[in-house]
């Protein structure tokens, strides 16, 4: 199974991917939104792990353009906003 773990912070994204790795996964790591919205749309994931807060292009946006362009992989939200509005966005 291919996933795709999506988090700015590198302590977190680090301890993430390991675990998943080590879980058997095969795991791609982005830093930013540019860069998950690229791999999310060029490579074929089995699922996604995505921080909504993330440098270059929000988290919400990236899984946005993701949908309009027809990608279906399920995707796991991370976020530390308390805000109702962004969490029902983001389902």
Do not use: C, F, N
Request: no cysteine; net charge negative; hydrophobic share 45%.
């Amino acid at each position: 199974m291919k996933l795709l773990v999506v988090e700015d912070e590198p302590t977190l994204r680090a301890q993430l991917g390991t675990a998943l790795r080590e879980a058997g996964y095969a795991v791609d790591e982005a830093a930013d939104g540019r860069d998950a919205l690229h791999l999310g749309s060029t490579e074929a994931y089995d699922a996604v792990v995505l921080d909504l807060g993330l440098p270059l292009l929000d988290g919400l946006s990236v899984l946005q353009r993701w949908r309009a362009a027809g990608r279906t992989m399920p995707v796991l939200i991370l976020t530390a906003r308390d805000g109702w509005h962004e969490k029902v966005t983001g389902i």
